[in-house]
């Protein structure tokens, strides 16, 4: 068990990856498309972390770590959307809102706390926050009419949070090419009457092909190593995985080959994204510890995006954290095999001189909160 904060000191909580969406049922029917069935526990984990001893006089900010909305797999109208425009991306935030109603209210609940703040920081699920609109939406209806950013922000500036103690939170996806998107220029303006969000291959890839071919294997998006779980489909699945490969190669070609105002693709990009494809892919841990060597300022960086938790502890007093998700998976990977549906998160304490030591923890309830993490 974590030791508990005494009065006047701050934590920080990193979740990412819970990928709600419209909530569990549309319009009486069972929605295939929501995959996050945690809400009570979620509830809880911010009550526990906004009541004593983590209540008046301490300090908590929840980074919420990008993919906690999961606008990819909102549908309007039954249809999933792959032109977004700001008025496009408001409905689905408000559908997500509704969709997950205890979750909306335990987060304006943990905001008018004293010393409570929370942040979501943008990743490859829910770029929709790029619009202006979507984050003054949210911002409002997590903190009220007259919130401020002390009590609610969204980072869309950079794809890191950086902060002065050493500490670095990226969501993860810039560093695969078939994820990356421009943070300076997220939009597509030219030719078109207003703005859309601009999709790199990776949205493209759930919203027609992963999205289409959930309702005949609803755990096509949920198993893990990919290239891994392709391998055993071919053998044990050749009809159905035929399909998905003849789907994904229609739509690589069609998007990334043929003009199209409403995309945007690069030679360079397009070479980068086939070449992760014919290579294997272990995580983000290599790109975490660039980031740990490039910048001696940093102590510890904690990503998220992978669905796989992890913590190191390097031998330069240095760390990693991968936070995981709060979806259930299935690991192919012989290390971790099997199913899961570990609630993993990330604890930042400080000392008494201020500098952060950060955990992976696993939340069980507010009778067993939580403890370190066990692989």
């Known amino acids: 068990m974590s030791t508990l904060p005494t009065k006047r000191h701050k934590v920080k909580i990193v979740t990412s990856d819970m990928h709600l969406s419209a909530g ?3 319009d009486g029917v069972q929605n295939p498309h929501e995959d996050f069935y945690f809400d009570r526990e979620f509830c809880e984990f911010l009550e526990f972390f906004s009541s004593e001893p983590y209540g008046e006089g301490c300090e908590v900010e929840l980074i919420l770590n990008g993919d906690v909305f999961d606008f990819l797999n909102v549908p309007l109208q039954g249809e999933f959307q792959d032109v977004v425009t700001s008025a496009v991306a408001v409905e689905k935030l408000h559908l997500i809102f509704a969709g997950h109603p205890e979750v909306t209210r335990a987060l304006q609940a943990f905001v008018r706390k004293p010393g409570k703040r929370v942040v979501y920081n943008v990743g490859n699920h829910d770029m929709d926050f790029f619009f202006p609109a979507v984050r003054e939406e949210f911002c409002r209806v997590i ?3 007259s919130w401020t950013p002390e009590q609610v ?3 869309a500036e950079k794809e ?5 103690e ?6 993860g996806n810039q560093f695969e090419a078939v994820h990356t998107t421009n943070y300076e220029q997220p939009f597509i303006t030219e030719n078109l009457p207003e703005p859309i969000l601009y999709m790199p291959w990776g949205s493209v890839y759930v919203l027609k092909i992963i999205n ?7 755990y096509i998006d949920k198993v893990k190593p990919a290239k891994l779980f392709m391998l055993f489909s071919m053998l044990f699945d050749p009809i159905f995985t035929l399909k998905f490969i003849l789907l994904s190669s229609f739509y690589f070609i069609h998007t990334r080959f043929i003009y199209n105002p409403r995309r945007r693709a690069t030679i360079a990009n397009t070479l980068a994204i086939l070449k992760e494809e014919v290579t294997p892919f272990y995580g983000l841990e290599d790109d975490a510890r660039l ?10 960086v904690i990503f998220g995006h992978t669905h796989g938790p992890m913590q190191r502890f390097y031998r330069d007093g240095k760390t990693y954290i991968n936070t995981g998700t709060w979806t259930r998976m299935v690991n192919l990977d012989l290390r971790y095999l099997g199913q899961s549906n570990k609630l993993t998160f990330a604890l930042v304490e400080y000392d008494e001189q201020g500098l952060p030591r950060a955990t992976l923890e696993e939340w069980f309830g507010l009778q067993r909160p939580h403890r370190p993490f066990n692989f």
């Open 24 to 26: 569990r049922f549309i």
């Open 143 to 145: 903190g009220g009419e």
């Open 153 to 155: 922000w969204v980072n």
């Open 160 to 164: 890191f949070l950086d902060y002065p």
């Open 166 to 171: 050493g500490l670095r939170i990226y969501h």
């Open 212 to 218: 289409r071919l959930k309702l005949e294997r609803e």
């Open 291 to 300: 980031v740990l060597d490039e910048n001696t300022s940093v102590q510890a």
